[in-house]
């Protein structure tokens, strides 16, 4: 399938830029701590903004006739228009510069800087990759790099089910509920219907519940990190595995590395979800 596929045509999208800007408001933090049941008061101007709340700025408000039928924007435009059905979030790194604060206008610059095409055991799967300038009033708050995958629907074939993750010497559970994945859809407008439309979920894409984001995951084990350390990290880097759906006992776990901090999402006695890597310096 991948000879379907015109990785020239495709590739001639790297370089590409996109930028927006939007104000951190008291009252986007605000929803965002009810969401993921942070500590924190009456959000003031000049506050640290929470970690990861930039995920919830400058989406693209695409008009509903322009989403195509999983609720995604349709192709082309600034991300590449693969002809495979399924795209997700893979991954990530982050470096923290500076918080974004409440009241800040926050620009992120974007560019498209590579895209490979590689055969998977379920098909071809083509990798984006994005990197975001982040910027807080004029001064760079963070970079990221940002992975993409598009697949296609095939399922493959029957493969050797994986071990269960191991435990942590720190866990925490979290209950993953629907109302979680809507308001965390809503805050980061993310029309993706397998996050809260189970009948398209479970009967279209196959899944056997509402699929958890995986930023909503990156964004519960930076915050676990930075309890354990009692600092936010200065490096953050994470990288989806398998999914998890909401109807999953899900827990944190977390185990020292030197002066790291390896972190990962598992369901019970299940396999790992999500690996992250937390650094602070």
């Known amino acids: 399938m991948t000879e379907s596929l015109d990785i020239n045509h495709l590739r001639s999208w790297i370089g590409r830029e996109d930028e927006a800007s939007e104000v951190v408001t008291p009252d986007l933090v605000r929803k965002f701590r009810a969401t993921l049941d942070l500590p924190g008061g ?132 979290i209950e993953i509920s629907a109302p979680l994945l809507f308001r965390y859809s809503a805050l980061t407008f993310n029309g993706h219907r397998i996050h809260y439309d189970r009948r398209y979920a479970v009967e279209i894409e196959g899944y056997p519940g509402l699929v958890v984001h995986g930023p909503l995951q990156a964004t519960l084990l930076l915050n676990f990190a930075g309890v354990i350390r009692g600092a936010p990290p200065s490096r953050f880097a994470f990288r989806s595995l398998s999914p998890l759906f909401d109807d999953d006992p899900v827990r944190l776990h977390a185990s020292e590395d030197g002066e790291k901090l390896k972190l990962w999402t598992a369901r019970e006695n299940g396999p790992v979800a999500m690996i992250a890597e937390a650094r602070w310096s």
């Not at 495979?84 to 560019?111: C, H, K, T, Y």
Request: glycine share 12%; with cysteine.
């Open 42 to 173: 009456d959000p003031a101007p000049g506050e640290p903004a929470p970690r990861l709340i930039h995920f919830c700025l400058t989406q693209p408000a695409v008009p509903q006739a322009e989403l195509g039928p999983d609720g995604h924007p349709a192709r082309g435009g600034f991300l590449l228009p693969v002809p495979l059905p399924r795209r997700m979030w893979a991954g990530g790194e982050l470096s923290f510069r500076q918080n974004i604060r409440i009241g800040d206008m926050v620009r992120r610059v974007s560019r498209i800087a590579d895209v490979v095409l590689k055969e998977g055991r379920t098909g071809p799967l083509c990798f984006v990759t994005v990197e975001h300038r982040i910027e807080a009033n004029g001064a760079l708050a963070l970079e990221e790099r940002q992975d993409i995958v598009y697949r296609g629907t095939e399922t493959g074939g029957v493969a050797k089910p994986p071990a269960p993750a191991e435990t942590g010497t720190h866990r925490r559970e």
